[in-house]
């Protein structure tokens, strides 16, 4: 029996204009699907930050994250 799919869910956000070409230009070179990039490069992230943050995500003010070097050391010196 396989394993159950994950369901997906649709999330939308915004790329400045270079960055999108590039991704669009990578998909269609390697025949990769963008929102397979773009997962991989988010789970790639979190993996990274997993024992840094602890029980709650480090977030800046009001929930966003401003300044990644503050939201960086402040997930760092977390005692987990």
Known sequence: MEPAK???LSVV???N???LHSLKQ???KTRIRQSEYLREAI???L???HGSLGAHACRGQKGSVSNREQV????NNRIV
């Open 17 to 19: 204009e270079t960055k």
């Open 47 to 49: 993996s990274k930050y």
């Open 26 to 28: 990578l998909a269609q």
């Open 13 to 15: 956000f915004r790329l």
């Open 6 to 8: 994950e369901r997906l």
């Open 43 to 45: 789970a790639d992230l």
């Open 72 to 75: 960086k050391e402040k997930c």
